[in-house]
């Protein structure tokens, strides 16, 4: 009676140093799961990071208060699209507005304008539409392609994610991943 009591009590410290250890790294359940990082890992050293369509994501550097896509991974020439006001993920589209870029400490010089974005991530087909003069054209876009006006801030979206890393846009597969991990740690 004494060995299976010590088993017990062995597999109660056991689960107990695992909930801490989960605590203090909390990627380590999905990891284990076998989850793959893009979707559960939240920051890293420098940034701060929202998984949109593999590969996008968005990313705030620690040291910056502006959001900025990364739409260089897949090979758009003018780089990355910064700063994002809004965005929206549904199906193979990502969409939203990126605000006005300044350069120089007096934030007098424009260095880029507002405008709309309309990105087919299985094409990579990027479309900008100017903000003052195509903002009809982008909503008929929207329309045409069945995608709602609905738009999300990415600070609002990055608060939910953290708390737990299940975003809607997620395919369903990775959804389930996430949650039997989530159920786990109940």
Not at 67 to 90: A, C, F, M, Q, R
Request: proline share 5%; aromatic share 14%.
């Amino acid at each position: 009676m004494g060995l299976l009591s010590n088993l017990f009590s062995c597999n109660k410290i056991k689960s107990k140093i695992e909930k801490i250890e989960n605590k203090v790294n909390p990627g380590s359940p999905y990891k284990e799961a076998g989850i793959e990082h893009f979707y559960w890992k939240a920051e890293d050293k420098d940034k701060y990071i929202i998984p949109l369509i593999k590969p996008l994501r968005l990313i705030k550097w620690k040291a910056n208060d502006d959001w900025g896509l990364e739409t260089s991974t897949i090979g758009w020439k003018y780089g990355d699209i910064s700063p994002i006001v809004t965005i929206n993920v549904k199906d193979v589209y990502i969409y939203g507005l990126k605000d006005i870029d300044y350069f120089g400490d007096d934030r007098n010089m424009v260095d880029s304008p507002a405008f709309f974005y309309l990105i087919n991530i299985k094409t990579k087909e990027i479309k900008t539409y100017d903000y003052e003069r195509e903002k009809n054209k982008f909503e008929e876009e929207l329309k045409r392609l069945g995608l709602p006006e609905t738009y999300l801030e990415p600070h609002n979206i990055y608060m939910e994610y953290e708390k737990y890393p299940d975003l809607e846009w997620f395919p369903e597969d990775i959804k389930t991943q996430l949650n039997e991990v989530k159920a786990s740690l109940k």
